[in-house]
């Protein structure tokens, strides 16, 4: 009886040319996954976010406990939303996702060499925090740009403030507005005075190092001046949002 001599068959040899091919798939794989999980996020409330996560990988300082309670929009205090609205993005309601002016306001104050000042919008922040890292890159800066557009288009600005309230970081461990309320106030986020939401607002630039209760100097300072742009903008503001398509 003969030997059976196996056949092999040469392996494909991988060629340079088929690089822009497997990059051009990647990339509509990655925008139809981007797509899919910011279409999902307009009815499911996320479970977890990027940002609680590389906080729990690294955290700037040990975490005693996490706090974090999902609330529906219509249980955080009007006097909260519209705090937030006050301190971080007075045009919120009226933008597409990015605020020119306020991103060039940003480039001369920092030009100028005083404190570093960002331009970002409430819908900058609820990607960075629900999709993004924490470096300053142009690829992240890239990305969070696109998540911002996938959410300005497939959401309402009501689902992105509940969104953002939900999972903006108040304090070492402590993760939207109900916790905050419990932690600092020891009260519901919905029974939030305008003080109370004023001060959480104040925090929100870096809330490891501003105290909240009792404010520290910064806090408070800055605190009356959320409160007064609150009764400028007024109620109407929080309207729009409702409003907004």
């Known amino acids: 009886m003969s030997d059976v001599i196996p056949l092999t068959l040469p392996r494909p040899r991988w060629h340079w040319s088929r690089l822009p091919r497997l990059l051009v798939i990647t990339l509509l794989w990655g925008v139809m996954l ?3 999980c910011v279409g999902m996020l307009r009815f499911i409330d996320p479970p977890f976010w990027s940002w609680r996560l590389l906080r729990a990988i690294d955290p700037p300082a040990p975490i005693k406990q996490v706090q974090h309670s999902w ?25 597409n996702g990015f605020d020119l002016q306020a991103i060039e306001a ?3 104050h920092n030009e100028a060499g005083r404190t570093v000042r960002g331009g970002s919008t409430l819908s900058q922040q609820t990607a960075k925090n629900l999709f993004m890292w924490s470096d300053r890159s142009f690829l992240r800066k890239g990305l969070e740009a696109w998540f911002t557009l ?12 509940e969104v953002y309230l939900n999972i903006v970081e108040f304090g070492p461990g402590i ?10 106030f020891h009260k519901p986020a919905s029974r939030l005075s305008a003080y109370e939401a004023s001060l959480l607002a104040a925090a929100l630039p ?9 404010p520290s100097p910064y ?27």
């Open 106 to 108: 940003a480039l001369k």
């Open 206 to 214: 870096n809330p490891w190092r501003y105290k909240v209760n009792p």
């Open 71 to 95: 609330i529906p929009l219509e249980k955080i205090a009007s006097s909260l939303q519209l705090a937030v609205i006050a301190a971080e993005d007075q045009h919120f309601p009226r933008h």
């Open 150 to 161: 996938l959410m300005e288009l497939g959401w309402d600005k009501a689902r992105i403030l």
């Open 175 to 184: 993760y939207g507005a109900e916790a905050a309320a419990r932690h600092y």
């Open 219 to 245: 806090v408070a300072k800055r605190s009356a001046w959320i409160r007064r742009q609150m009764q400028q903008l007024g109620n109407v503001t929080l309207q729009q949002v409702q409003q907004a398509p």
């Open 34 to 36: 981007s797509i899919l």
